[in-house]
Nanobody
Framework: QVQLVESGGGFVHTGGSLKLSCSASRSLFRIDVVRWYRQAPGKERELVASITAGGTTNIADSGRFTISRDTDKNTVYLHMSSLKPDDTGVYYC??????????????WGQGTLVTVSS
C-alpha cells in the first residue's frame, strides 16, 4: 500500500517561505492524484494544491503557492512564499490511488506543522 511522509514544516516569520515535501512509497505515475491540505486549529481541513499522475496541477492560491514533483524521488513539493499568519496550520499530504478496478483508496501522511508568526 501507499505510504506518505511529509517534511519541511517549521517556524517562519511573515513574508518568509517554506518548501514542504511529501515522499511516497510508490511511483507518482501510479498515484491518481496527490493533494496538499492544511488545517488550522478549530478550522476545517482545506485543499491547498494537487497534482495528478499526468502532471496536471491545481493551486488554491497560485500567487503564493506552487506544487511540483520529482518523479525520480517519488516526491511532491509544496512551495510557499509570502507566508502570512493565516497560513499557520498542519499541512497534510494525501494520495488517491486505484489498486483494483473496483475501488480507489486514499492515504494520508502524518502532517507537518507550519507556524507563521506575525
Amino acid at each position: 500500500q501507499v505510504q506518505l511522509v511529509e517534511s519541511g514544516g517549521g517556524f517562519v516569520h511573515t513574508g518568509g517561505s517554506l518548501k514542504l515535501s511529501c515522499s511516497a512509497s510508490r511511483s507518482l505515475f501510479r498515484i491518481d492524484v496527490v493533494r496538499w491540505y492544511r488545517q488550522a486549529p478549530g478550522k476545517e481541513r482545506e485543499l491547498v494544491a494537487s497534482i495528478t499522475a499526468g502532471g496536471t496541477t491545481n493551486i488554491a492560491d497560485s500567487g503564493r503557492f506552487t506544487i511540483s514533483r520529482d518523479t525520480d524521488k517519488n516526491t511532491v513539493y509544496l512551495h510557499m512564499s509570502s507566508l502570512k499568519p493565516d497560513d499557520t496550520g498542519v499541512y497534510y499530504c494525501n494520495a488517491r490511488f486505484t489498486p483494483t478496478v473496483e475501488a480507489s483508496l486514499e492515504v494520508w501522511g502524518q502532517g507537518t506543522l507550519v507556524t507563521v508568526s506575525s
